[in-house]
């Protein structure tokens, strides 16, 4: 067991700058732990997790790595009414797709006014709204990761895949080096943070790995490895060739085969993993299927194309799931 140094919240100066996180699920723990104690330079007391009730409270945490060991942190997690929200200047929103809007955009004004915001959910579409409801000197940069990590408990996350971090600014004021720096240490062991611009296409090639495996997955009851098999290789090329369509009238050019040699790569590397959307249906929880492929056929809309295979996807799934609502994670 590894012993790290607990700061407790009375060290934190007034005047410090903060980095929060919102959303305290596995991910949102990961990058606690990523960001604290398993940086280079661990900076314990200026990383905070932003909570639900209006009071500051302390949680220890667990985290254990892939040597299987196990870090000890106890974290601040701040309330709503606490005034160290205005010290905080970036925001990594870790919570689901359909909670960002809910979650995010009352917190808006009692940040920093320089806050910046990045926003690491599964799907697109929040960031839309997101985009909209900043002040002018608050930026925002949108990113996505495939790091992996598996909820113990609610207070122990298990890092259980490596995997690449990208990010890219979006809207507003661009991210000062300084805190892009920090954001460097989200890497994974040999995959370093990518940074893109523009940021789109890679969220549009994700987007095309989840409309795929996640409501297959979530429909058959299965793990994300018995995608490969023949039986859906025709169901994936269509949802594949659906999304490249609204992709380039959306001004994103994405190249059918690579992207669905990268579907496949990913069906294969997390062949023994149930997807989220499994798990959320699993679970009885909402899904973020009105990110994923309901974002498909959204902008399908728009540009007046038919998507019959995300349309009927989007669906199935709502027959299946919870409707959507903050307060049922
Ligand atoms: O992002 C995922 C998810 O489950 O949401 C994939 C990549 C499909 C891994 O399971």
Redesign the pocket.
Known sequence: MVKTSLLPPSSTHDSHRLIAILGAGAIGQLMYHKLTVCSPTPEVDDVMFIGRDKQTRQQKLDFINDKQQCHKALATILGTEDNRLAQVELLLVCVKAYQVELALIPLLTKLSPQCHIVLLH?GLGPHFSVAAALAKHQGLTLGTT?Q?ALKQNQWQVKHSGFGVTQLGHFSGPLMPTALKMRLNNLHSDHQPIEWHQPVLPVLWQKLA??AV??PLTALNQCA?GQLAATQYQAQIAAIIGELVQVAQCDGINLDKAALSARVYQ?IAL?SA?F???YQDVAHGRPTEIHEINGYICQQAKAHQLDVPQNQALLERVLRLSKPNNINST
């Open positions: 599964n495939s992996a790995i989840n495996i996640n994300n990913v997390t993993n997807s989220s959307m």
